[in-house]
């Protein structure tokens, strides 16, 4: 109970009424909320039977005590084969190349017609002698038959090819591999090579290249272009100057300096 004022007097107020909307709870009520939950659980379980009959189950049966066997027999041949030190395949088989290839092993295949006698200019067939000459002429065919030069010609591309094994003396800020027939005069010479011409070559606009050497420049061996060039040519005059400063120091008129170096300073 609560008191309130109001203009000093004293007025007594009552509580108010209790309202409960619920319903009363009854023995007839909760059998109603029993039966419809035993309802709504018999219908779940109708429905999990149905689902159940619905759906298809495979059940396995081995046979107890008894393993497969573990082997699979021939295998066929592999399309390819690893390698273990690259990583890679290192060998792929095709089985369509294997069947064209048997198919057409089948198939005879007639030899190769005799070629005919080499025969000379009067008309009679080489000799062996003759045969081993005309073969040693060229480097054969894997070589694009890299002639052999005549031997009228040697003396003349011996200076050539001696002027490209001393191309060390050339150039201070080269080193070249020396060569196997160094030092032994025409001897050395390789029994086939060939000295070729550089030929002039365009521009794609059809003018000339500016790598092409002036027809002034131009010369007919490779010694005759050594000598006019002039950085070569000041090399080689330097080196000469310096050898000829070293043999002169120990040549003729040289006794006059050596004694007054072994004479004493005291």
């Known amino acids: 109970m609560s008191a309130s004022t109001s203009k000093g007097k004293e007025r007594a107020v009552s509580p108010e009424p209790y309202n409960d909307s619920e319903p009363d709870v009854t023995p007839e009520y909760l059998d109603s909320l029993l039966k419809e939950a035993r309802d709504k659980a018999r219908a779940a379980k109708q429905l999990q039977q149905q689902t159940e009959e619905e759906d298809d189950v495979i059940v396995l049966q081995a046979e107890p005590g008894k393993i497969p066997s573990l082997n699979p027999g021939v295998l066929p041949q592999p399309y390819f084969i690893l390698d ?16 064209a290839e048997k198919a057409s092993s089948s198939y005879v295949v007639p030899a190769p017609p005799i070629p005919p006698p080499e025969l ?24 694009f038959d890299l002639p052999a030069p005549a031997e009228a010609d040697l003396p003349r591309l011996y200076r050539e090819v001696e002027a490209l094994r001393l191309r060390n003396q050339l150039d201070p800020k080269r080193f070249y591999r020396k060569d196997e027939g160094e030092g032994k005069g025409i001897k050395g010479l390789p029994k086939h090579f060939a000295i070729g011409t550089i030929i002039t070559s365009t521009t794609p606009f059809g003018t000339p290249s500016a ?27 330097r080196k000469f100057e310096d050898l ?23």
Do not use: C, F, H
Request: cysteine-free; charged content about 45%.
């Open 211 to 237: 790598d092409n050497l002036t027809r002034a420049n131009r010369k007919r061996t490779l010694v005759d272009e050594l000598v006019d060039d002039a950085e070569a040519k000041r090399y080689a005059k």
């Open 84 to 99: 273990k030190r690259r990583g890679g395949p290192s060998s792929i088989r095709d089985p369509d190349v294997e069947l």
């Open 244 to 266: 000829q400063t070293v043999r002169g120091a120990k040549g003729r008129n040289t006794l006059a300096a050596k004694k007054a170096m072994r004479r004493g300073k005291w």
């Open 120 to 143: 000379t200019k009067s008309g009679k067939p080489l000799t062996k002698r003759e045969r081993k000459e005309l073969k040693n002429k060229t480097a054969g065919p894997d070589w």
